[in-house]
């Protein structure tokens, strides 16, 4: 009777002790974290850089008066910010008293002329003397040596041959005086002639009036400004550029490479859309800024005004301030999100597992980085962080063909999802797509 519950309490503790053993441990599995991807492949690359300058004239000029006088016409229209043509006149000023001056030595040059005709009619009868008062001095003189004469004849006669001599050099002389005053006044008449051509000032080129300074019926001096202008042929615009930007640029574009081998595009903003314009880089600035350290680079926009059209493109004036920017020629190039490269180091999936790259960039603008090393065609990057990037780790990448296609249209210097150059409508697209090309 006692061995039994002796038993039954024994084998109880013996399974009471099996019954503390933990169950074993079963593996937790989290599902692997979407990422968003873009798989690399060579993209066209238009590379540039922007600046920002103000707009000015290739060319000024000054109407400044050269003879004095009362401006007795002027071009009507003629105010600022008119434009004249070529050639067109645009002040006449009174030149009678130069046509006096000149008609004074009209005359001076007449009675210099009918003097002359005196004199060789003078010099006429001078030298017939002169061959009579020679043959008779020649007469005495043998006379005086077969003792005919005396010796105070001949002398007599010799001083009159001189006489007559001295009469006719006279002459020739007042005939070279004349000569020599006709060429004075002659030239004086050219100068005055020369005056009276200045009495109209026309413009040199087609330019437009940015002030004007004199008006009808006032009277002027040599050397007075009557007006001011500036050539509507052409503009330039002085961008200003920073010089870490530009090199790289250039090393993309490859070795030799000068900044007037780059394309220029000058862009204005615009309410409803920018407005562009095809430019061309004529030169480098001559100095470096010293608190912005950027260098300057001058573009030039022909025709400004004949490119612009009313409520759609304006004429590029006088201190606009605008965009420039400064196209290398399009090429293949491994481009990626410039946000996906941090600290130089890129996250991209191998085999569905997330793995750290570092990565060299040689060219960044805007949201996009040229890939140098590191990375690869095919290789997917990843171009959002998942919430816990850890090298790794298990993801599912999405590909995002969204941002691939912004990325191109940026890369082309366009606007996603708009025409290729992203430029208005009208005359200032056309402009766009030419400075793209």
Do not use: C
């Not at 109880?12 to 974290?33: C, D, H, M, N, Q």
């Not at 001295?166 to 070279?176: D, F, G, R």
């Not at 999936?349 to 095919?378: C, N, Q, Y």
Request: charged share 20%.
């Amino acid at each position: 009777m006692v061995a039994v519950p002796l038993a039954i309490g024994v084998g109880a503790v013996i399974f009471a002790g099996k019954l503390r053993t933990l169950p074993e441990p079963v593996a937790a599995s989290r599902p692997p974290v979407l990422v968003r991807v873009m798989t690399l492949a060579p993209l066209d690359l238009m590379a540039r850089v922007s600046g920002y300058g103000t707009v000015a004239p290739v060319r000024e000029w000054r109407a400044v008066a050269r003879v004095e006088g009362e401006i007795v016409q002027i071009a009507a229209p003629l105010a600022a910010g008119d434009v004249v043509k070529a050639g067109a006149a645009l002040f006449t000023l009174d030149d009678s008293d130069l046509k006096l001056d000149l008609a004074n030595i009209d005359a001076q040059l007449a009675a210099s002329r009918v003097k002359d005709q005196t004199v060789e009619a003078s010099l006429a009868l001078a030298r017939s003397d002169l061959d009579l008062a020679q043959q008779d001095l020649a007469r005495q003189d043998k006379l005086a040596a077969q003792g005919v004469v005396t010796q105070a004849t001949l002398e007599t006669t010799r001083r009159q041959e001189l006489s007559t001599r001295t009469k006719v050099i006279e002459l020739e002389s007042q005939l070279a005086l004349n000569a020599a005053e006709r060429e004075v006044l002659a030239t004086q008449a050219e100068t005055i002639r020369r005056a009276i051509g200045f009495a109209q000032i026309t413009a040199p080129y087609d330019l437009r009036v940015t002030e004007l300074a004199a008006d009808l019926g006032q009277y002027v001096s040599r050397g007075q400004v009557l007006l001011s202008g500036e050539g509507v042929e052409a503009v330039e615009i002085a961008a200003q550029f920073p010089i870490g930007r530009i090199g790289p640029l250039l090393r993309l574009v490859g070795e030799g490479t000068q900044v007037s081998d780059l394309k220029a595009r000058v862009t204005l903003p615009g309410a409803e859309h920018p407005v562009f314009w095809k430019a061309e880089v004529v030169r480098m600035g001559d100095a470096i800024d010293a608190t912005t350290q950027s260098a300057p680079v001058v573009v030039r926009v022909t025709d400004p005004l004949g490119q612009s059209v009313a409520g759609e493109r304006p004429p590029l004036r006088r201190n606009m301030v605008v965009e420039v920017e400064l196209f290398a020629p399009k090429r293949p190039a491994l481009v990626v999100p410039a946000e996906a490269v941090v600290n130089g180091a890129a996250l991209v999936v191998k085999d569905g597992v997330l793995e750290k790259r570092p990565v060299k960039t040689s060219f960044a603008s805007g949201d996009l980085a040229v890939v140098s090393a590191g990375l690869a065609e095919g290789e997917q990057l990843v171009i959002t962080d998942p919430s816990i990037a850890v090298p790794g780790m298990a993801v599912k990448p999405v590909e995002d063909a969204a941002r691939k296609a912004a990325l191109q249209a940026e890369a082309l210097g366009q606007a996603p999802g708009a025409a290729p150059t992203g430029a208005g409508t009208g005359a200032g697209k056309k402009a766009a797509e030419g400075a793209t090309q």
